[in-house]
């Protein structure tokens, strides 16, 4: 008999988990990757593609994730091994588990140094260090920033402290008191960005350049970008999503909660475009700059603009809450497999994760400055990492999820643990779940790993 709840406690409401499950989603990626990848590959005909894949792939293996954690009701690694014995299939099944929380680990550890730029650059623009500089001012000061490890480690430590702080003190505590907070101040905030944007005289532009459907400049790589950017950006194959899913109530609906946080992931996207582009055009700047864009481009809009001082504050705190969520739910798997495994207390397993993570992210900060020179596969440590689990662990964990609740778990724990009974909504999951699902995620993990172009299809 599966439990009801789980030992590290339980969201309050079906609204706690959708803001912290959202808060996951929305990261980084969001702020700056997603508005850039639907201009560059036509606009609305990029974000029309986007929302088919999220419907056919991001919503149910989110679906499913969430499905198999709240059955399981423990971290991804003994909840998949709960499942596969009730299910009468191979332990080994547990590897699942095992590959979401490793990934989520290397992925946190040099998101950790990036989130720590983000903490850096608040102060920054809070000083008016951006007020009237160039485009030679501004990236020459990033180039200073990061070729020097010991200011990269004390905002790295800062930021990681600031994690751990929070996954600590607990479910409730925790977690669910920060993203009540952190959530709705990071949609304000981008509100009052897209209110900055409209003052800029270039809203019409950069709204244009983001909405304007070209189907000239989709193409393959457009749609096998959206594909990515739907099973990327719902932080799926991670753990966290399970293990948010084992805290959520038994009466709470999956299905409406997915569509809910898929919905809000997208409008956050799309908010940021329309918050950044028009001050990009606004100050004639390129905005085919990806990362680039947030710490060389946007600095120099901040500083040229009327009240960028106090706009460009609000824009990089922004930023920093975006990474917060994501990184207490990228920290939790790990933590709750060291309680349940390990006898350890919730403090002692958060500052244990968060050290080991700590540790690894010194790699990373390192391959920018000291380490520049050391390459592996014609890769940095921090492109190695990134490349490990977002191209290879994440797709693969997705398809592994995919199979598992399509083909492994029987209909009847499916059907008992959605509750959409055996009508259409259920048949078109199940459908979505067993092939499409499995099949385009395989394609993005083809397309990742540089497989699809070898073969002369990417």
């Given at each position: 008999m599966t439990a009801t709840t789980s030992i590290h406690g339980m969201w309050s409401t079906r609204m706690a988990f959708i803001l912290a499950a959202t808060g996951s989603a929305v990261g980084l990626g969001n702020i700056w990757r997603?508005?850039?990848?639907a201009g560059e590959y036509?606009?609305?005909?990029?974000?029309?593609?986007?929302?088919?894949c999220v419907a056919a792939i991001g919503i149910p293996i989110m679906m499913a994730e969430i499905m198999l954690g709240r059955r399981g009701r423990q971290s991804p690694i003994n909840t998949m091994r709960l499942l596969?014995?009730?299910e009468g299939r191979s332990p080994a099944w547990q590897l699942l588990g095992w590959m979401g929380i490793v990934a989520g680990f290397l992925i946190l550890s040099f998101y950790s140094v990036v989130a720590g730029w983000t903490l850096s650059y608040v102060f920054r623009a809070a000083g008016g260090a951006f007020v009237g500089v160039d485009a030679e001012t501004v990236s020459q000061m990033f180039g200073q920033f990061i070729a020097d490890p010991e200011a990269l480690l004390a905002w790295h430590t800062i930021f990681m402290v600031m994690s751990v702080a929070v996954v600590a003190r607990g479910v409730a505590n925790g977690l669910e008191s920060a993203v009540r907070f952190m959530m709705p101040a990071l949609f304000l905030l981008l509100v009052a960005m897209v209110g900055y944007a409209m003052t800029s005289g270039h809203f019409v532009e950069g709204a244009t350049y983001l909405f304007r459907p070209d189907f000239s400049k989709l193409g393959t790589e457009g749609i096998l970008s959206a594909m990515g950017q739907a099973f990327f950006s719902l932080s799926l194959g991670m753990g966290a999503i399970m293990v948010y899913g084992s805290y959520l109530n038994s009466r709470a609906s999956i299905a409406s909660?997915?569509?809910?946080?898929?919905?809000?992931?997208?409008?956050?996207?799309l908010l940021a475009g329309l918050a950044i582009f028009p001050l990009v055009f606004a100050n004639d700047l390129a905005p085919q700059l990806g990362s680039g864009m947030v710490f060389?481009?946007?600095p120099i809009a901040f500083g040229q603009m009327p009240g960028g001082q106090f706009f460009g504050t609000l824009f990089f705190l922004l930023l920093v809450f975006a990474a917060w969520t994501s990184a207490i739910s990228l920290l939790e798997p790990m933590v709750a497999w060291l309680v349940e495994n390990r006898g350890f207390t919730r403090v002692r397993a958060a500052m244990l994760a968060g050290v080991a993570v700590w540790l690894l992210g010194i790699g990373s900060l390192l391959s920018l400055n000291l380490w520049s020179d050391l390459t592996l596969f014609g890769m940095g440590f921090m492109d190695l990492c990134e490349f490990v689990a977002a191209n290879v662990m994440l797709p693969l964990g997705g398809v592994l999820i995919a199979i598992f609740a399509g083909w492994m778990l029987a209909r009847s724990s499916s059907t008992d643990e959605l509750r959409l009974g055996d009508g259409?909504?259920?048949?078109?999951?199940?459908l979505l779940i067993r092939?499409?699902?499995?099949?385009?995620?395989?394609?993005?993990?083809?397309n990742a790993i540089g497989l699809l172009k070898l073969i002369g299809l990417g």
């Open positions: 997603f508005p850039y990848t036509g606009g609305g005909a990029f974000v029309l593609v986007y929302l088919l596969a014995t009730q909660s997915v569509v809910i946080i898929a919905g809000t992931d997208t409008l956050v996207a060389k481009v946007l259409i909504g259920y048949r078109l999951w199940r092939y499409v699902a499995p099949i385009a995620v395989a394609i993005v993990l083809l």
